[in-house]
């Protein structure tokens, strides 16, 4: 975009209007440059807020914020552990469920269905990620709550109650509840990028597995797969992502319990849930940074894996990120 | 930042409509919420929104100046009272309510609770619905070998911090290790949002224990217990017994309104009931509104009592009554 | 067994395997879907879309109030979103050179990540706590913040997707770059910037965490912007924790009512597109 110098001596009409489109391009530059610029600005200003206003709760514990263990709004002491703990378990309970599905799926989408076939159900995996969180977390409280404490909490105790993991009284809310309502936001996640990333790889290396007398399986898991690792790592870490920050539906079966427990039957809290909870209602001013600087904390977390997906996902399929 | 000044001055225009903003408790909300219904019909220009967030919420909203006024079952410290430089607090006591533990134990229908086997449950201490501690308040009932599964409130809440305080005030042990706040660190259990939260998960979970104010219990048609009182007899919530627990505060009313009446003394006095206030700022800028909020005042004195019956709370002793009229007149 | 049986018989183990997970993931939506209608379809009738709320434990009422309060939040979220995300995109797809889109894109997509709570945090502090009032515009602020993202990624891959042949058509013309964008260029990508609008705002529809303590919640109609503002979603969340028969009979209705308009939102913004990339290919 350079100016446009008029040099020449006679100035007609029609370069008068020239000029004045050319420097129309500039205004519509500048406007646009300007509404790009606001969404850079307006992340900076996001981070600055939570900075502030998470100020005297850093001033007050510092770093042992992060690894304090108790959350006592009576004697105004604050610690994230049990919240980050909350988060990671509730998370990975999450993944360890929803990443064999994903990819088999992803698997069976990619290689084995037709392609129409394959889009319809790509589709409809689809539009399960645009179910809102909150008719989760319906579901969760009505459905999934009340199963888990008739039969499948009494059953794992049963079978693996010598396990620290499993004992404790069956609440029907807690850990393992959320981590399985988690697993089901985040498949769709894993089955779209996953799928595309197994899409991206050249059919020759499929054809020479097939053609040295490899089954479709052999072909599909050492050769494909492997191919495509780097696109579905970056899947899993998007849908890491989404299960860290998710709110409503973790809220509503988590039990909200501020202690850390190993029983994954027993309830607990997550970052975003205690948020949720107490951020209108908190009536100290430490109480209040502190839990702003869990939403900094969160903040912190969801920004180092969508940085982290988005390389892998580029990696692979040479495109952009891509939202299901 | 082009949109958000553009956003901002559009925001400026003020709305003539004359709505009045409430957050706090929930512990009052089912009459509030008739109060406001009933006043809006007698008086069709004025409507408050009245939203149950919590009494913590109520105080800290009033503070940051986002409601016009809040509502709370505790009474603001000095030192919350002591960063609203803008204006001074007013209490306004509306009603009393009792806290009633509630329960969810198929075929136990009125068990019997003395302080410290409470405070034994919710320290996590007594895990069992047959503990020796409950079996020896309840002989005769046949209480199941279940784990108890408490529930607490997950928010800042003026029904937590009236229980936190009985808990206070017959445990020692509750007192060191955890103490009398809107939201404490609880030892035990499941937190639910607001007295409808504890309600909805007690009533879900079997063998499970909450404490709620009696409406939200007589509501859904759960089962409450008896509390053994200062004077050593064990009883239910109801009109009567929690009048009697606040015979002696509406003799001794402190000018400011802030008081307890937590394990009153009196034979029949239920020990776990509180007053519950209106927090309202003494300068209102805006006159409609001004007249609006006294007009309610005087409304809910007088018009607005004869409704706390039927809803299980307990009407304002007539001393406070005379007192509160007075203090309408510090809003300015 | 020899090792060729063993093969084809992991071979087809493991296939069967893949299927059943397709199977399990495909039929999360629908059992979702039928457990709402089961529960919701006998509740959403004329009084939900007419009648306010009622006083806690009375039976009855509403969601009218709430269902025209998440329509202004979005109303608001789109007012704000929808020219930032296109204008936005249209500088990264036309304008920019090589730093500034760098930065922008990666903010964009550091903001569409930003947990939605995190975002209600944010609202918050700018918005309700300068303004004193929870308000819808709050609530609006917050969701725009979630759009944003998406309509400005959209609008740039969808321009940088038309061909480079129309552009040069239209400069060599005579036409200027402003004229060649407003008459050429985006009208060529309208399909594609209008299909992630939508999903913009489909996205934003279903967001409860951000309007916790934007909006907060309202028993009453609004009578302005600067009054909190119930929304569809909140609603549900306050009656589905509520003990309430009746309330959680609502809470059902507002689910399914809120699933069904987000699906057709989906489904009509995959329509549009479908259509559009035939029309650019025919």
Known sequence: ?324 | MLWITLFASAACVASAAETINAAGATFPAPIYQKWFEDFHKAHPDTQINYQAIGSGGGIRQLVEGTVDFGASDMPMTDDQLSKVTRYKVLHFPTVLGGIVPTYNVPGAASIKFSGDTLAGIYLGNIKKWNDAALKKDNPGLNLPNEDITVVHRSDGSGTSFVFSDYLSKVSPEWKTKVGVNASVNWPVGLGGKGNEGVAGLVKQTPNSIGYVELIYAVQNKMDYGAIKNAAGNFVKADFNTVSEAAAGAAKEMPADFRVSINNAPGKNAYPISTFTWLLIPDKIGDAAKKKSITDFLQWMMTTGQGDAQGLSYAPLPKQVVAKEQKQIALIK | MDRIARRNAVNNVMLTVTGLCTIVTVSVLFLILGYLIVNGWRSVDWNFFTKLPLASGETGGGMANAIVGSGVVILIASAIGIPVGFMGGVYLAEFGGKTVPMIVRYTADLLNGVPSIVIGIFAWTVVVVPMHHFSAWAGGFALSLMMIPIGLRATEQFLRGVPNSLREGSLALGASKTRTIISVIVPAAKQGILTGMILGVARVAGETAPLLFTSLNNQYWAKSLNEPTAALPSMIYYRAISPYEDWHRQAWAAGLVLLVLVLVANIASRWVLSRGTSAQRG
């Open chain 1, 1 to 324: 975009m350079g100016t446009a110098v008029v040099t020449a001596p006679q100035q007609t009409r029609s370069r008068k209007l020239v000029k004045l489109l050319r420097d129309g391009d500039q205004i519509a530059h500048l406007v646009t440059f300007l509404f790009a610029a606001s969404v850079f600005l307006v992340t900076v200003f996001l981070v600055y807020e939570l900075w502030i206003h998470s100020g005297p709760s850093r001033t007050k514990f510092g770093f042992s914020f992060l690894t304090g263990k108790t959350w006592d709004p009576v004697a105004e002491q604050f610690g994230a552990l049990p919240f980050i703990y909350g988060t990671v378990l509730t998370s990975i309970i999450a993944l360890l469920i929803s990443v064999p599905l994903g990819v088999g799926a992803a698997i069976f989408l990619s290689e084995l269905a037709p392609p129409k076939v394959s889009n319809a159900c790509t589709f409809l995996v689809e539009l399960l990620a645009a179910v809102p969180s909150v008719i989760f977390g319906l579901l969760a409280i009505f459905t999934l709550v009340p199963i888990m404490r008739r039969y499948v909490e009494p059953f794992l105790k049963h079978t693996l109650g010598f396990l620290p993991q499993f004992q404790g009284p069956a609440y029907g809310v807690g850990y393992l509840s959320a981590g399985l309502i988690l697993s089901i936001m985040t498949f769709p996640f894993i089955i779209s990028i996953s799928r595309e990333a197994l899409l991206s790889v050249p059919r020759e290396q499929r054809e020479a597995a097939l053609a040295l007398g490899a089954t479709k399986w052999e072909s599909t898991w050492q050769v494909v797969v492997p191919y495509a690792r780097l696109g579905i790592l970056g899947s899993i870490f998007l849908a890491l992502a989404r299960a860290l920050g998710e709110t409503m539906a973790v809220t509503m079966v988590i039990g909200n319990d501020t202690g850390i427990h190993t029983s994954l039957l027993s309830p607990g809290y997550t970052i975003a849930a205690i948020i949720a909870n107490e951020f209108t209602e908190a009536t100290g001013d430490v109480h209040l940074s502190a839990l702003v600087e869990l939403g900094l904390v969160l903040f912190a977390l969801t920004m180092v894996l969508n940085a982290a997906a988005q390389l892998l996902i580029v990696a692979t399929t040479g495109k952009g990120s891509k939202q299901p």
